[in-house]
């Protein structure tokens, strides 16, 4: 087994705080921006959590989860923009407390 | 042991400049906060022995998903009263924050590069080896990364068009 030079215990705590900023800016802010902007967050530390794995084992599987991360941030980051240009439209607001509605 | 205090560093960088990302009122000014903050990731990552991985990091989050950012608030500000705000975020107030903290980083990677050999890891994970598992174990999951992304194409060109066809 390769070790790391730095230990993984580390990196796997920084990564949680990371998360755990995240988590908490998704629910604490309510601009539809700043909810976005968590969500890269979250997927980032997940992905410093696979890249430390793999590198703590040697072996390229967390590289290959952080591309994959990557494309799944990128798809959603595309797609929600749209909707807060959307939503901006519709409701002349950005806080999603003003548009927590469904319609039907 | 200097990678160690290093990682350190660009991990405090990391959570500073996410916490005060996740706590500014201006969209922008959050938004330069949180490519400081991916900036630190991708130093993280090249400690760790993922350069590759770093240089990906930049590329496409701190560069392309970021910019994504930067159109859509520039969108929705849209108006006269967008140029005096704008020249009151460049405010020196306002930059010299994210300067320091990116400073700290050029600083460790320009500390890096004057070293020889590089972040002494034993074993980092060559881009080869990456691709050979992309396209060898995992092509299933590239092939639905592959459809992801045009679903994220199609649905994002769906609604952005709509947005912008009514607001002429």
């Known amino acids: 087994m390769q070790e790391l030079v730095v230990p993984l215990n580390h990196v796997l705590l920084v990564s949680t705080l990371l998360f755990c900023i995240g988590m908490l ?3 604490i802010r309510r601009n539809i921006i700043f909810i976005l902007m968590s969500l ?9 959590a696979f890249i430390a794995a793999g590198a703590h084992w040697g072996q ?12 799944v941030a990128a798809a959603e980051v595309a797609v929600g923009l749209g909707l807060v240009l959307q939503v901006q439209r519709r409701f002349k607001t950005l ?10 | 042991m200097l990678e160690v205090v290093l990682f350190y560093i660009a991990s405090a960088v990391a959570l500073l400049a996410t916490i005060l990302a996740m706590t500014r009122a201006n969209a922008i000014h959050a938004l330069i906060y949180l490519i400081i903050s991916l900036l630190a990731v991708a130093v993280i990552f090249f400690l760790i022995g993922a350069p590759f991985a770093a240089a990906l990091e ?55 590069m004057g070293t020889v050999q590089g ?12 691709g050979l598992a992309l396209f060898g ?7 639905l990364a592959a459809m992801l992304l045009l679903a994220g194409l199609v649905g994002s060109y769906h609604l952005g068009r709509r947005a912008l066809e009514r607001r002429h």
């Not at chain 2, 972040?119 to 080896?129: D, E, M, Q, R, Y």
């Not at chain 2, 174990?137 to 092939?143: L, S």
Request: charged share 15%; aromatic share 8%.
């Open chain 1, 25 to 27: 800016g998704l629910m």
């Open chain 1, 40 to 48: 890269e967050v979250m997927l980032n530390a997940s992905a410093l």
């Open chain 1, 60 to 71: 390229p599987d967390g590289q290959v989860m952080f591309m994959l991360i990557l494309s």
């Open chain 1, 95 to 104: 806080d999603m407390d003003d548009a927590d509605r469904m319609r039907g």
């Open chain 2, 58 to 112: 930049i590329v496409i989050y701190a560069g392309a998903i970021m910019v994504l950012f930067v159109f859509v608030i520039m969108m929705l500000n849209l108006g006269e009263r967008g140029d005096a705000r704008e020249r009151q975020w460049l405010q020196p107030k306002i930059w010299f924050g994210p300067a320091i903290l990116s400073a700290v980083l050029l600083a460790e990677i320009v500390y890096l």
């Open chain 2, 119 to 130: 972040p002494a890891t034993v074993g980092i994970v060559t881009p080869k080896a990456v």
């Open chain 2, 137 to 143: 174990p995992y092509v299933v999951a590239v092939e």
